[in-house]
Protein backbone atom coordinates (compact mmCIF):
# COMPACT_ATOMS: atom_id res chain seq x y z
CA UNK A 1 0.00 0.00 0.00
CA UNK A 2 1.49 3.25 -0.37
CA UNK A 3 0.63 6.47 0.92
CA UNK A 4 0.95 10.59 -0.14
CA UNK A 5 4.13 12.00 -0.21
CA UNK A 6 3.96 15.61 1.77
CA UNK A 7 6.57 18.15 2.55
CA UNK A 8 6.88 20.36 5.16
CA UNK A 9 6.56 24.07 3.69
CA UNK A 10 5.91 25.95 7.23
CA UNK A 11 6.43 24.71 10.85
CA UNK A 12 6.40 27.62 13.08
CA UNK A 13 5.13 27.40 16.63
CA UNK A 14 2.31 29.13 17.16
CA UNK A 15 1.35 29.37 13.52
CA UNK A 16 -0.68 27.40 10.85
CA UNK A 17 1.28 23.88 9.62
CA UNK A 18 1.76 24.36 5.47
CA UNK A 19 2.66 20.88 3.90
CA UNK A 20 3.17 20.71 0.03
CA UNK A 21 1.41 17.43 -2.15
CA UNK A 22 4.57 15.86 -3.54
CA UNK A 23 3.80 13.38 -5.38
CA UNK A 24 4.68 11.50 -7.97
CA UNK A 25 0.92 10.83 -8.26
CA UNK A 26 1.32 7.94 -10.61
CA UNK A 27 3.11 6.35 -7.74
CA UNK A 28 1.79 7.86 -4.73
CA UNK A 29 -2.03 8.94 -3.51
CA UNK A 30 -2.39 12.59 -3.65
CA UNK A 31 -3.07 14.19 -0.29
CA UNK A 32 -6.31 14.94 -1.41
CA UNK A 33 -7.07 11.12 -1.43
CA UNK A 34 -5.24 10.00 1.39
CA UNK A 35 -5.62 12.77 3.05
CA UNK A 36 -7.19 11.09 6.38
CA UNK A 37 -3.84 9.35 6.46
CA UNK A 38 -2.09 12.37 6.15
CA UNK A 39 -3.86 14.18 8.79
CA UNK A 40 -3.01 10.92 11.61
CA UNK A 41 0.32 10.99 10.58
CA UNK A 42 0.82 14.56 11.19
CA UNK A 43 -0.81 14.24 14.45
CA UNK A 44 1.20 11.24 15.42
CA UNK A 45 4.38 13.15 15.04
CA UNK A 46 3.01 16.11 17.02
CA UNK A 47 2.77 18.81 14.62
CA UNK A 48 -1.13 18.55 14.78
CA UNK A 49 -1.42 19.95 18.34
CA UNK A 50 -5.21 21.15 19.21
CA UNK A 51 -6.43 24.34 17.54
CA UNK A 52 -3.40 24.58 14.95
CA UNK A 53 -4.64 24.76 11.75
CA UNK A 54 -3.04 22.78 8.40
CA UNK A 55 -3.11 24.36 4.74
CA UNK A 56 -1.59 22.31 2.02
CA UNK A 57 -0.85 22.97 -1.79
CA UNK A 58 -2.27 20.62 -3.31
CA UNK A 59 -1.39 18.21 -6.53
CA UNK A 60 -2.63 21.57 -9.24
CA UNK A 61 -0.72 23.88 -6.74
CA UNK A 62 -3.94 25.74 -5.05
CA UNK A 63 -3.14 26.36 -1.42
CA UNK A 64 -6.66 25.25 0.43
CA UNK A 65 -7.05 24.19 4.31
CA UNK A 66 -7.60 20.87 5.66
CA UNK A 67 -9.73 21.09 8.88
CA UNK A 68 -8.98 19.29 11.65
CA UNK A 69 -10.49 18.20 14.77
CA UNK A 70 -7.09 16.06 16.96
CA UNK A 71 -6.35 13.53 14.43
CA UNK A 72 -9.26 13.33 12.61
CA UNK A 73 -9.66 14.90 9.37
CA UNK A 74 -13.19 17.10 8.83
CA UNK A 75 -13.23 18.77 5.68
CA UNK A 76 -11.38 20.87 3.07
CA UNK A 77 -11.74 24.72 3.16
CA UNK A 78 -10.62 27.00 0.40
CA UNK A 79 -7.02 28.44 1.71
CA UNK A 80 -6.58 31.15 -1.36
CA UNK A 81 -5.87 33.91 1.59
CA UNK A 82 -3.15 34.90 3.34
CA UNK A 83 -3.02 32.41 6.82
CA UNK A 84 -1.77 34.89 9.00
CA UNK A 85 -4.15 38.03 7.65
CA UNK A 86 -6.55 37.05 5.35
CA UNK A 87 -5.25 39.17 2.90
CA UNK A 88 -4.81 38.38 -1.00
CA UNK A 89 -2.38 35.93 -1.89
CA UNK A 90 -0.18 35.11 -5.59
CA UNK A 91 -0.74 31.38 -6.74
CA UNK A 92 1.73 28.85 -5.18
CA UNK A 93 2.33 31.38 -2.01
CA UNK A 94 0.89 31.26 1.54
CA UNK A 95 1.76 34.91 2.44
CA UNK A 96 0.57 38.29 1.53
CA UNK A 97 3.33 40.54 0.34
CA UNK A 98 3.02 42.48 3.89
CA UNK A 99 2.89 39.44 6.00
CA UNK A 100 6.34 38.31 4.07
CA UNK A 101 7.84 41.93 4.74
CA UNK A 102 6.62 41.74 8.16
CA UNK A 103 4.39 44.89 7.49
CA UNK A 104 1.77 43.29 9.17
Known amino acids: MTFA ?7 EGGK ?3 IRDLGPWTE ?5 HDVASVVRELFDKALLPPGR ?3 YFDS ?3 L ?4 VDGARFVHF ?4 RCIDCGG ?3 RGEFRCAGCKEGDR
Open 64 to 67: DEIV
Open 88 to 90: EIE
Open 53 to 55: RLF
Open 77 to 80: APGR
Open 5 to 11: RYGIVEN
Open 28 to 32: HPTVT
Open 60 to 62: AGD
Open 16 to 18: PLV
